[in-house]
């Protein structure tokens, strides 16, 4: 279980929103077993740009349309792929990914980047646990829309 209370006394009031996003990335990793990678992608101008993150270094640069990231960001909605092997065009960061969840951010109705987390098990983000992280979406967006 994630605890969002806590998650939400970490962050609400920061000023800054790489710091909303960087002990948001620590604090979702170290809450969830079974993770290879977790962090953030800001969209700007059609392309999703790394953000803070834990877990082995990254692709820097996903355009719109591209991989599980830039499909998320065209149909604006959480997108959960059990087997990654079986995603046409995923982009494989760490070869050691099998499952994969992103969640779309928005910060007053536009879309503002989102949140992306890989597993190295197949079927890892379940009912339970994608509504879990929807839930402590809502509290990153509620942090970051208060933030510079
Ligand atoms: N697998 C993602 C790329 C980002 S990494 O997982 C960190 C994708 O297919 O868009």
């Not at 065009?89 to 928005?106: F, K, M, T, V, Y």
Request: hydrophobic share 40%; with cysteine; aromatic share 8%.
């Amino acid at each position: 279980m994630i605890d969002l209370q806590s998650l939400k006394a970490l962050i609400d009031g920061n000023k800054y929103k790489v710091t909303i996003l960087s002990n948001a990335s620590s604090f979702l990793y170290h809450s969830i077993e079974n993770l290879n990678w977790l962090g953030f992608y800001i969209l700007n101008d059609d392309t999703l740009y790394l953000g803070p993150f834990q877990g082995r270094i990254a692709c820097i640069e996903i355009p719109k349309g591209k991989g599980v990231c830039g499909n998320t960001i065209l149909i604006d909605k959480p997108l959960v792929v059990d087997n990654v092997l079986e995603y046409p065009g995923h982009i494989a960061c760490d070869s050691n990914s099998r499952s994969e969840i992103c969640i779309p951010l928005h910060i007053e109705g536009k879309t503002y980047g989102l949140l992306d987390i890989d597993s190295p098990i197949f079927n890892r983000f379940d009912e339970s646990l994608k509504n879990e992280l929807i839930e402590a979406s809502k509290i990153i967006e509620e942090a970051l829309e208060k933030a510079i």
